[in-house]
């Protein structure tokens, strides 16, 4: 399985951003897709993470209620709706993959996921 991040920019306190992750190869519709983040000087971090259906998504709690993680299945991509953003939220976002099962209590330890993405640029000025 090859993953594909992109979308990231430089964008204004308050602004909006749309994270993009294409996937390909493997069988790709059930397998379980997160976001993490990892800014300057600080450890990665599994922001959200979605069902292979889509059916259950979680959201550490730094971005819940601000970003929206989806998924189009027929086009094998995954999204991250970022609004409300925050100086804290600059970092670099990376896509990473596995198939299940996986506990989703697990989700943001970065070792469970044997599929990355290179990481998109994210910077939030103020």
């Known amino acids: 399985v090859q993953l594909q991040a992109s979308g990231g920019g430089l964008v204004q306190a308050g602004g909006s951003l749309r994270l993009s992750c294409a996937a390909s190869g493997g069988t790709l519709d059930y397998i379980f897709i997160a976001w993490f983040r990892q800014a300057p000087g600080k450890e990665r971090e599994g922001i959200s993470c979605?069902?292979?259906?889509?059916?259950?998504?979680y959201y550490a709690d730094s971005v819940n209620g601000r970003f929206t993680i989806s998924r189009d299945n027929d086009k094998n991509m995954v999204y991250l709706q970022m609004n409300s953003l925050k100086p804290e939220d600059t970092a670099a976002y990376y896509c990473?993959?596995?198939?299940?099962?996986?506990?989703?209590?697990?989700?943001?330890?970065?070792?469970?996921?044997?599929?990355w993405g290179q990481g998109t640029q994210v910077t939030v000025s103020s």
């Open positions: 979605i069902s292979g259906s889509g059916g259950s998504r």
């Open positions: 990473a993959a596995d198939y299940p099962p996986i506990n989703y209590r697990d989700y943001q330890r970065e070792e469970i996921y044997d599929y």
